[in-house]
């Protein structure tokens, strides 16, 4: 009995959902085949207001590019086409925003032949210097290279550059890629 009571709903459920649906008929838009889709009267409604839109979206383009390209014809003797350049610099935002990584500077302190010394190096550099990022660059291994701090260039670096040559005197800025959010 239970299973007649499934089979009843299930039955049931069946043919009210497809009192809904209806068979809609579309042309397709590449080959001009008609398709038969059943669905919703209302999203049948839904559908054919956006294709409408679209539509008329597409014939106010086309006008548009119509009207422009008139325009253009019958002025080009007496407007000449001119590009518009910004009249300031583009602020250390605008240019961070376009470019996360720039090419800018970091001083080198050292070079060192293994990774213990380049440990000992950034260690006493961060004791005397706290507020100075260090890191290490072993691409060029066996060497390792102790780099400090992120400049834009070596105007902004130099500050820094000389209060660290006071404990490192082979320290020098190199150009090296940086990112733009911790550059000075």
Known sequence: ??????????????VFYKIDAQQVTKNDTI??????????????E???KLEENCAL????????????????NTNTETRRET???ASRAMTTAEICRQNPRILG?????????????ANEV????RRRFPSIKVETDASLRPNYKILA????????????????????????????????AEAK
């Open 1 to 14: 009995m239970k299973n007649f009571h499934k089979y009843l709903v299930l039955v049931f459920v069946a």
């Open 31 to 44: 080959s001009g085949t008609p398709l038969i889709i059943s669905m919703d009267r209302n999203i049948s």
């Open 46 to 48: 839904s559908l054919e």
């Open 57 to 72: 979206a597409n014939v106010r383009a086309a006008e548009r590019r119509n009207y422009d390209s008139a325009e253009r």
């Open 83 to 85: 590009k518009t350049v």
């Open 105 to 117: 500077v970091k001083i080198q302190i050292a070079v060192v032949k293994s990774n213990e010394e």
């Open 122 to 125: 950034k260690s006493y550099f």
């Open 149 to 180: 701090g992120s400049y834009f260039n070596k105007g902004t670096a130099a500050g820094d550059l000389a209060r660290i040559r006071q404990y490192f005197k082979s320290a020098i800025p190199v150009q090296y890629r940086v990112f733009c």
